[in-house]
């Protein structure tokens, strides 16, 4: 029983390098998000979907890509890193049965110098 | 734009009741969920209220008034492995989207 699976949970980038957050769900979700956190913050959402192909943005998109060519994955591409992009970064998966509750992966921590 | 707003910190004996409010300001709100997040850990679902009114769950109640933009979290019988972060999250938007809080830090004492 899986559910939400994010890799990797650690990395360390230098600034401009490029990288993929993974993630993953076994659950048959629609929709997908990403999300960072960073100390003292709620979380704010970056990218999310509703569907297989179908991706929009949230409150902070910048300096992000995603992709959503299943319904079981949705990475999360950081195009050329910056040390403001150093965080939490939380994926999460919902039925969308509209009951305000989400499944969330372990995180991935990354610290971008 | 959306905000919402939560005390950063609360502090509790064990065994006390603490009550963590939240109001907001969402457009487009089809209600008010809770979470639940230990240090280094993933958040995690707690409660989730549409209409107005009091939910319970166990030991944890949530209460959402919509027409004050204002709901909180109730925690009874508080236990040590209670002291957590706790946030409250608006579910807005045609695609039900999340916008979180910053978090409330809920300490229990001995």
Not at chain 1, 32 to 61: C, F, K, N
Not at chain 1, 75 to 88: D, E, H, I, K, N
Not at chain 2, 15 to 38: E, R
Request: glycine share 12%.
């Amino acid at each position: 029983n899986a559910g939400v699976t994010q890799t990797p949970k650690f990395q360390v980038l230098k600034t401009g390098q490029s990288m993929t957050l993974q993630c993953a769900q076994d659950m048959n979700h629609e929709y997908m998000s990403w999300y960072r956190q960073d100390p003292g913050m709620g979380l704010r959402l970056i990218h999310y979907s509703v569907g297989a192909g179908i991706t929009d943005q949230g409150e902070v998109p910048n300096g992000y890509n995603v992709s959503r060519s299943t319904t079981e994955d949705f990475p999360l591409r950081l195009l050329s890193a910056a040390p403001s992009q150093t965080s939490v970064y939380f994926c999460a998966s919902t039925g969308g049965s509209g009951t305000g509750e989400l499944f969330f992966g372990e995180g991935s921590r990354l610290t971008v110098l | 734009g959306q905000s919402l707003e939560q005390p950063s910190e609360v502090t509790a004996v064990e065994g006390a009741i603490v009550q963590i409010n939240c109001t907001y300001q969402t457009s487009g709100f089809y209600g008010l969920s809770w979470y639940q997040q230990h240090d280094g850990g993933a958040p995690t679902f707690l409660s989730y209220n549409a209409l107005d009114g009091l939910e319970e769950t166990g030991r944890f109640s949530s209460f959402l008034s919509r027409s004050d933009s204002y709901g909180y979290l109730l925690l009874q019988e508080l236990q040590m492995k209670d002291s957590a972060s706790y946030f409250c999250a608006a579910v807005s938007g045609s695609a039900r989207q999340l916008t979180f809080g910053s978090g409330t830090q809920l300490t229990v004492l001995p």
